[in-house]
């Protein structure tokens, strides 16, 4: 079957580092996406990944391992206003997006 | 550039009347279109998806239809509310360019509370 494993939540320091994994089976893959959303709001995009390596967007960073199911989104000098879920979704063959969860990111002071 | 527009943002309707919730996309020609629905504090559950005008995929057996008559515009319907119905919902797109996926938007969602 076509599974997404996320952490349900994770806490960290405002000015500190997170990485947030994720797994995947899915039939098929046409890449792995991240999402940040707000509670309340719509989901906004983050990073796509196709390919295998490391793709650096300012703070935010993701990285994808095709071989081994399994990306994560790195969040760098953590901000009060990065608390919120992350999305981690993979893409089949058929191009539908399998979900995960989602992790709550708390950052504390 | 691409934008998608979902509106209304808040919708309270009784139970028993009727809802249609509209998207549509601009700056896009032939976008694959999707419905999705959130509840309070849980994951995104994909409703329906469409690749082209008239083409609706069905994901989840419900009370809910939905429609496309443009290829840009994508509609949400139902002839009579559940409580069970409420929640966010999402419209979103995504077009392709050759064969690699060109982006996967949200629009900004409407919150429906049936009462």
């Known amino acids: 079957g076509q599974n997404i494993d996320q952490p349900t939540e994770m806490t960290a320091t405002e000015g500190a580092i997170v990485q947030i994994n994720c797994t995947y089976q899915?039939?098929?893959?046409?890449?792995l996406f991240w999402y940040q959303q707000h509670a309340g709001e719509a989901p906004t995009f983050l990073s796509y990944?196709?390919l295998d390596g490391l793709e650096e967007k300012g703070r935010f960073s993701s990285f994808l391992s095709r071989s081994k199911g399994y990306s994560y989104l790195l969040l760098k000098e953590l901000q009060m206003k990065d608390s919120a879920s992350y999305l981690c979704?993979?893409?089949?063959?058929?191009?539908?997006?399998?979900w995960g969860a989602g992790t709550k990111l708390i950052i504390k002071p | 550039s691409q934008t998608i527009h979902q509106w209304p943002a808040t919708l309270v309707q009784p139970v028993g009347s009727p809802l249609s919730l509209e998207c549509t996309v601009e700056?896009?020609?032939?976008?694959?279109l999707y419905w999705y629905r959130q509840a309070a504090g849980r994951g995104l559950q994909l409703l329906f998806y469409?690749?082209?005008?008239?083409?609706i995929s069905s994901e989840v057996p419900q009370n809910l239809s939905a429609s496309r008559p443009q290829d840009r515009q994508f509609i949400l319907s139902s002839k009579k509310l559940l409580l069970s119905d409420s929640g966010f919902y999402l419209c979103?797109?995504?077009?392709?360019?050759?064969?690699?996926?060109?982006?996967?938007?949200f629009g900004s969602g409407t919150r429906l509370t049936v009462v």
């Open positions: 990944n196709v």
């Open positions: 899915t039939s098929g893959f046409n890449g």
């Open positions: 979103a797109w995504t077009g392709m360019v050759g064969d690699r996926v060109d982006g996967y938007t």
């Open positions: 979704a993979a893409m089949d063959s058929n191009y539908q997006l399998i």
């Open positions: 469409s690749v082209g005008i008239g083409q």
């Open positions: 700056g896009t020609s032939n976008p694959n």
